[in-house]
């Protein structure tokens, strides 16, 4: 349970308003708590340049994603509402083409969606064009699929939170913030509870920095190409384009381990290249090229729970490519937990790293 509030101070610090923090913010003012975002907007973050798109299944065995069952009512219901109150589009409902590059694959699609996964298409189909010169000859589709605009969904919750006076911009000093069991205090701010949702840079935070991370580097293309025939379903073989209208095409992405920043690369560029060529072989322009880092943990499950010293000091991170998907689902489980004690997923609690 959270702490009790105090006079002139706020319920929640959140430190972070990429997916995750925005998510979660959303999440507890919804549920009655005060926030206050503190976010420092130039500091690498794959939220920036993702294309946001959630797939309920794992393309290399055809199998459900984890927990899909339960993360794609829970996406579509959170997004929607959102959609709702802000007054404005976030998500795109889209199917995922998937191109078979050989019969046994598209055997095993048959079975597995003959099987009862309703996130295939039972159908196979042949033959789409996805420009004047190539085609796919075999393939089927994820159904229940889509993406969320990321950068017009942090956009508005930015303007929803500043209307609110719950968003502060700036660098945030892990030196300056101190942590009691009674209270958090972070230059002249008082908070009863802390939540720090600063994807990979969790490294510097001296509360989670224990945290065993994996994070990687991801870099995007958007090309224009007016010879494109894709104009609603994300297309899938190794690499994604999906479109964003009128001619314009988002293509990725690339998996780094190393130069964790985000500075575009010319081997990326290249990476991508190379794949959109293989399939593409009309003219197109370049648009933009971006970088962003993922914040994924070393066994692939987000980090949701409190401190194991400190019960005002949570972490919510590690959502990694799949944060659209996932955020919502956690974010109710956490706030559930702070409110009336609910148990977290034991995947997801920190305590898995606690020796």
Partial sequence: MIQPKKNNTIDFIIVGQGIAGSVLSLSLINSGFTVLVINTPNLSTSSKIAAGIWNPIVFKRLTKSWLADDLVPELQSFYGFWENKLNTTLIHQRSIIKAFTEEQEKNLWIKKSIEGNLFLDINTYEDLAIDENYTVKSYSKVLQAGNLDVAHFIESTKTYLENKQSYKEEIFDYHKLKVTENEVTYNSISASNIIFCDGHLITQNPYFNWIPMKPAKGEVLTIHCTALKLKQDIFNKGFFIMP?????????????????????????????????????????????????????????????????QYKNAFIFNGFGTKAVMLAPYFAKQLVSNIKNNFAINSEVNPERFVK
């Fill in 244 to 308: 964003l209208g009128h001619d314009l095409y988002k293509v990725g992405a690339t998996y780094e381990w190393e130069q964790l920043n985000d500075i575009p690369t010319e081997k990326g560029k290249d990476e991508l290249l190379k794949k959109l060529n293989s399939v593409l072989t009309s003219p197109y322009q370049i648009i933009s090229h971006d970088a962003g880092v993922r914040p994924s943990v070393i066994d692939r499950r987000p980090v949701v729970g409190h401190h194991p």
